[in-house]
Every structure is written in structure tokens, then in C-alpha cells.
């Protein structure tokens, strides 16, 4: 049944359109050197589907606006104003379309002609059911071990292609591209030859994108494992870990337990104990001054909790969630990780989440678990090969959401320069294509099609929470009703048995009944005996 499952996804995935860069038929020679990527659309054979309106092949519209001075260099990195190393033109999609080719809707539509809403509510992993968790499982699986039919990696910068002439690109896994898209957005700039990089950069952290850039690469995600299993009804869940003691999602029936065998690798109950990662060592490539060339590394590890305590004491409070959502601001002076009293640096986890002073020592929220974590989580350009990662940045997209219904900032709330580069209100979110701004994402989940079951009002969440207990009441109530007939039965004849005893023995002639006459409970007393009593009972008094 698996493998046929496995077969018909296979075959639905290539034939599935998909959305992050580099598009496979943009990755050749012709495409790199012309500088344009628009792809036809299948349904009518033009370019971005023009003929049928869906979208237009269009100039890119770089970002003038200044950057922050945390990044003093001018073109030497590939993603600077992104896409244009890569490409100068792509698909501009209309009305409700989307896609590198416009062959898709926008996030919140489907249908032929994307003119219907989606609502989709994401869910407390531990309020699944048994089947739901199960097959959350096997998709992920599913994902990790079906190669991309649509799109590539880039192996090596655009100098290293001599300019587009010498394509460098790499299949992976549909799972293994969102690793390598996360890896890229947060690698450090190669400034030319063995060793020389400049660190303080990072397309997707450290700074205003961190929140949108990730909503953005959690619902394109949430769509490719739609498209790769053929379930149009697939929500991703999330993982609450407010006041978690320990790793309460490490088991082998979630994301892996510890193994017995070595700590700081998966139990071989789980299947990700045989998952290998890939772009997970980040400094030996700056050490050859090369990027990840998306080959193998080994085994998924994770030693959740025997982590540096003086960097992360604990896993965060219910507390210093509440404090965080308190802080006003979205983002304050430099924008980076010195913000005081910002909401996106707390959140993030360089502010102190009691205080709200940038530069913590410690580390709190988001970076709180992926210190804790203690393994490949632990690293920002690898930490996409766990699992977990899924689980843990889809509840800070909930934080964020509530965040963002309580203040109901504008979109002009949103920085439009200073912040530190790829962070600007309209700066394109590097790596994707088609291309989004930052600004696109500064709004309410509710606008892009779903929903947390934890901003949901109490009665639906009690609904919601119940619903694990009641799979399983519902599996053992056809033996605990059996249980209960059968007592009742043998209860009825037991008594029907010793009635009919009772009579038998009670009948003239039927000599002594096996149910003797007890003694009387309150004995006859003399007179004199009587009065002897209540005397004790006055003395004992």
C-alpha cells in the first residue's frame, strides 16, 4: 500500500508546478546568459500564461532605497539586489495568479480560475489524532526521498559559472530544497578565496525580514507537500513549546527520540534516524571559499537539552511569550540584533525577553530552541535538515500572528530603508522566484489563507483539544461496551442462580439451605443486662 502510494505521488509531483528558485528550465546556459526566466505555462503554451492573462514576462524592479551600514560592500554577493545576477526578467504574475510560470494561485485561492478562498487552520501537533500524526510522518518522509522534478540548486556563484556560460546546479530532495533555500538566504558573503567571508550578514535573520521571510517559506512549503501528495487538504502543525520541561516532541512517534545507543543521534525508531543532511557545515566552506554543494553529511543530530545553560538556561516561559507580545514596536533604531525594545529582535531572540535590551547575553525565544536543540538545529545555515524546525517556526509565525491582529500596524509600519540588507520594505526575499517583497508578508494570516487554532476562540480550542482523547475513546469503546455486556450478564445469572438456590433449599423437604439464617444484628438484652449498657455508654462519655 506504500509503495503505491509513494508511486502515485511520484507521478503527481511531475506534473505539479512549483515556486522556488532556480526553476529547472531556468537553470541551463541559454536562460543564465539571456538573464531571463519565464517559463511557459502548460495550459496554453505563452510564456508566464500570457495568452490566457495569467501574467507577463517584465523587467525586474531593483530596490533603490539605502541600506544599513552592517553591510559595507557593493557587488560582490549574488544576492545583492536579487535577482539580477541571475536574471533581469521574469514572470509578474496578475489578478489571483502565481508561480515562476503564473501556473498557480496566490496563497488563500484556488480552483481553475483561483477565484476561490481557502481557509486552512493550523493545528497543535499534540492535537492530532493518531492517523493525522501518522501521516504528517509520511509525508515528511515522502518529501525527503522524492527528488525535486522542478527546480534545482545552485552549487557555485555566478563568476564560478563564468557568468552563466558553465551552469552549476544540483538535484535534491522537494524536502532538501527548503534546507538549501534556508542555507543560502543566511550563508556568509564570500568576498574571494579560501577563508574570506564577511559574517555579519544574513538575508532572513538579524534583522525587519525575519518574521515575513519565514511566513513566506512556511506557506510555500505548506503548498509543495500539497502538490508532491495530491492532498489539497494538508495543514502544517505546530509545536507550543511555552514551559516544556524537555524536548516533549522528541519521540519516536513525533520527531525522533534520543537513541540509546548515542546520545547525540536519533533513536533507529523513528525514520528520521536515517535522514542525512546536507549544507550543515558552514564554516568548511568558508574555510574553501565555496557555497554547499548539496552532497550528503551524515546523520540528523539532535542532544536536546545537554546544551551551553549559561547561553540558554531553559526552553521559554508562558511569561516571557507574554512580555514579548507586549512590545509595541515592530523594530527599533539599527534594526539588527542591538534593538532594545523591539518586538521582532525578542522575538527572534537576541533582546533579553524580561527587559527588552538588545545584545542579550542569553538567548530566549526563537533561538532558545535551536540552542537547545543541541545538534544540527543548533546551526542557522543548517538547522532546516530537522524536522523540528518546521514544528518550532510555525508557532513563532502564531506569535507573530497574534502580534500582529493585537497592534494592526499599516504596511507604511514597515521600514522602508536603514534596515540592514534584504531587509527593506520592498527589497525581493532572496531566494525566491517568483519574486516577493518583505513587505507583502507585513500582514494577517487571515489574508493569506489561514489560520491558528490557538486564535481561535476557547470553545473551538477545547473542541480541538479533545479530539486525540476521543480517536482513542472511540478505538476501545467497542470492547469496553463488550466488557460491560458481558458484566451485565453474568451479573443477571449469578443473581438468577442464587434466587433459584434460595427457593430450592427453602422448600419443605429439601433439608438445610446452603444460606443459613445470620445471627440477629442487635442482640436481646435482659432488663438487667440493658441497664448494665447504657451505664458504659454514660461512663465512656
Not at 509531483?13 to 528550465?25: D, H, M
Not at 486525540?468 to 475513546?473: A, D, I, K, Q, V
Request: glycine share 8%.
Amino acid at each position: 500500500m506504500w509503495s503505491l502510494f509513494l508511486i502515485i505521488a511520484t507521478f503527481v509531483v511531475c506534473f505539479a508546478p512549483s515556486f522556488q528558485q532556480f526553476p529547472r528550465r531556468c537553470a541551463n546556459s541559454e536562460a543564465l546568459l539571456s538573464k531571463e526566466c519565464c517559463p511557459s505555462w502548460d495550459g496554453d503554451g505563452s510564456a508566464c500564461g500570457a495568452s490566457s492573462g495569467r501574467g507577463f514576462c517584465q523587467d525586474v524592479q531593483a530596490p533603490t532605497q539605502p541600506d544599513g551600514p552592517q553591510y559595507p560592500f557593493s557587488g560582490v554577493d549574488d544576492r545583492e539586489k536579487w535577482p539580477l545576477v541571475f536574471y533581469n526578467r521574469t514572470c509578474q504574475c496578475a489578478g489571483n495568479y502565481m508561480g515562476f510560470n503564473c501556473g498557480d494561485c496566490k496563497f488563500g485561492f484556488f480552483g481553475a480560475n483561483c477565484n476561490e478562498r481557502r481557509e486552512s487552520v493550523r493545528r497543535n501537533v499534540f492535537h492530532l489524532s493518531r492517523a493525522e500524526m501518522s501521516q504528517y510522518i509520511s509525508y515528511l518522509n515522502l518529501a525527503k526521498n522524492t527528488m525535486s522534478t522542478d527546480y534545482v540548486v545552485v552549487t557555485g556563484t555566478y563568476e564560478e559559472m563564468e557568468n552563466g556560460s558553465n551552469p552549476m546546479f544540483a538535484n535534491v530532495s522537494v524536502f532538501d530544497v527548503y534546507v538549501w533555500m534556508h542555507y543560502y538566504v543566511s550563508r556568509d558573503a564570500l568576498l574571494g578565496g579560501p577563508g574570506n567571508v564577511w559574517t555579519d550578514v544574513d538575508f532572513a535573520h538579524w534583522a525587519p525580514g525575519f518574521l515575513p521571510w519565514h511566513r513566506l517559506y512556511l506557506l510555500h512549503w505548506e503548498n509543495d507537500i500539497r502538490k508532491l501528495t495530491g492532498d489539497m487538504s494538508f495543514v502544517m502543525p505546530y509545536w507550543d513549546w511555552r514551559d516544556a520541561g524537555d524536548c516533549d516532541v522528541c519521540t519516536d512517534e513525533l520527531m525522533g527520540a534520543r537513541s540509546p545507543g548515542d546520545p547525540d543521534l536519533l533513536s533507529p525508531g523513528s525514520v528520521f534516524s536515517s535522514w542525512k543532511v546536507i549544507c550543515s557545515q558552514p564554516g568548511a566552506y568558508n574555510e574553501r571559499g565555496v557555497l554547499c554543494d548539496a552532497s550528503q553529511e551524515g546523520p540528523l543530530r539532535r542532544n536536546p537539552g545537554n546544551h551551553n545553560r549559561n547561553l540558554v538556561p531553559r526552553l521559554p516561559s508562558s511569561a516571557e511569550v507574554a512580555f514579548t507580545l507586549g512590545l509595541r514596536d515592530y523594530d527599533t533604531g539599527p534594526m539588527d540584533r542591538t534593538a532594545n525594545m523591539s518586538f521582532r529582535n525578542t522575538m527572534e531572540g537576541f533582546g533579553d525577553p524580561s527587559t527588552g535590551r538588545g545584545s542579550s547575553t542569553r538567548m530566549g525565544m526563537h533561538a532558545a530552541i535551536h540552542v537547545f536543540m543541541n545538534g544540527t538545529m543548533s546551526s542557522v545555515q543548517g538547522s532546516a535538515n530537522d524536522p523540528i524546525f518546521l514544528l518550532h517556526h510555525a508557532y513563532i509565525d502564531s506569535l507573530y500572528e497574534q502580534w500582529l491582529r493585537v497592534n494592526q500596524p499599516s504596511p507604511s509600519e514597515y521600514p522602508d530603508s536603514g534596515a540592514p540588507i534584504g531587509h527593506n520594505g520592498d527589497y525581493n526575499m532572496v531566494p525566491f522566484l517568483p519574486l516577493y517583497k518583505n513587505r507583502e508578508f507585513f500582514l494577517s494570516s487571515k489574508e493569506l489563507g489561514y489560520e491558528y487554532s490557538s486564535l481561535q476562540d476557547s470553545n473551538t480550542l477545547l473542541v480541538e483539544s479533545m479530539n486525540p482523547h476521543m480517536e482513542n475513546l472511540l478505538q476501545v469503546w467497542p470492547w469496553l461496551l463488550f466488557v460491560g455486556l458481558l458484566g451485565a450478564v453474568v451479573a443477571v445469572l449469578m443473581t438468577v442462580g442464587v434466587n433459584a438456590m434460595r427457593r430450592y433449599y427453602q422448600a419443605p423437604g429439601k433439608g438445610r439451605s446452603p444460606f443459613p439464617e445470620r445471627e440477629p444484628l442487635i442482640p436481646a438484652y435482659s432488663m438487667e443486662e440493658e441497664a448494665a449498657v447504657h451505664k458504659s455508654y454514660q461512663t465512656a462519655m
